[in-house]
C-alpha cells in the first residue's frame, strides 16, 4: 500500500518558506543587536536597552527593556502566524528593521556632534577610555584626543557604529553567517 506523502512535502515546504521569510532574518537580527549592544556606548545601559526590531510584516516586534543596566536580549517572543508568512512569501520580500528609542541615539553612533548633559554618574556599566573632547566634537573622541589627563571619558571608540555596520564589514558577515547555521540546523 502506498503512503501518502503530500502532506508531509507541504509542512516541509512550509517550514522552509518560515525558515527563508522569518527564521533566518529573526535570528540574523537578534545577532546583529546583540551585537551592538556590546560594542555601543553603555553608561547606565539605557541606550543598550533602548534596541527595537520590528517585522511588522508579520506584526511582531523585539523590545529591548527600557531599562538602565546590562544589557538583555532583544528576542521575538514568538513565532509568525502561517498566514502572515505566505502574505511575506507572496510579497518576495521580508524586511526587518532595527532601530532605538533613545533620544540620543544619533550622539550615541557619532552621527552628529555630542551635547553634554549635566549628571551625576558613577563609573559606567563599561570600561572606559578618558581624554579630551572639544566643543562639536563627537561622543567619541578621536584616538589623538586619548589622554589620561583629560575631564572626558567615552565607553565605544570613535565611529564604533559606523565601522561596525559599513558594507561588507562584519555585520555583514554576522547576518551571512547566522542564516548558515539556521540553514545548517535544517538540513
Not at 87 to 100: D, H, P, Q, W, Y
Request: proline share 8%; glycine share 8%.
Amino acid at each position: 500500500m502506498a503512503i501518502n506523502e503530500i502532506p508531509k512535502l507541504i509542512e516541509k515546504i512550509n517550514l522552509v518558506g518560515e525558515l527563508v521569510s522569518y527564521t533566518a532574518p529573526s535570528k540574523a537580527t537578534e545577532k546583529v543587536v546583540k551585537t551592538l549592544q556590546a560594542e555601543g556606548p553603555r553608561w547606565t545601559g539605557l541606550f543598550s536597552n533602548s534596541y527595537v526590531i520590528n517585522a511588522e510584516q508579520y506584526g511582531l516586534l523585539a523590545d529591548g527593556s527600557q531599562q538602565q543596566g546590562n544589557p538583555t536580549p532583544v528576542l521575538f517572543g514568538r513565532r509568525p502566524s502561517k498566514s502572515s508568512v505566505h502574505k511575506v512569501l507572496a510579497a518576495g520580500k521580508s524586511t526587518f528593521l532595527i532601530g532605538t528609542n533613545a533620544y540620543y541615539a544619533e550622539e550615541a553612533i557619532d552621527a552628529i556632534p555630542y551635547t553634554p548633559e549635566p549628571f551625576n554618574q558613577p563609573d559606567p556599566l563599561k570600561d572606559f577610555e578618558v581624554g579630551v573632547r572639544n566643543p562639536g566634537d563627537t561622543r567619541g573622541m578621536n584616538p589623538a584626543n586619548l589622554d589620561p589627563q583629560g575631564n572626558n571619558r567615552q565607553t565605544a571608540p570613535l565611529d564604533w557604529f559606523s565601522d561596525y555596520a559599513q558594507k561588507g564589514g562584519r555585520m555583514q558577515k554576522e547576518v551571512e553567517t547566522t542564516f548558515k547555521n539556521v540553514f545548517n540546523r535544517f538540513k
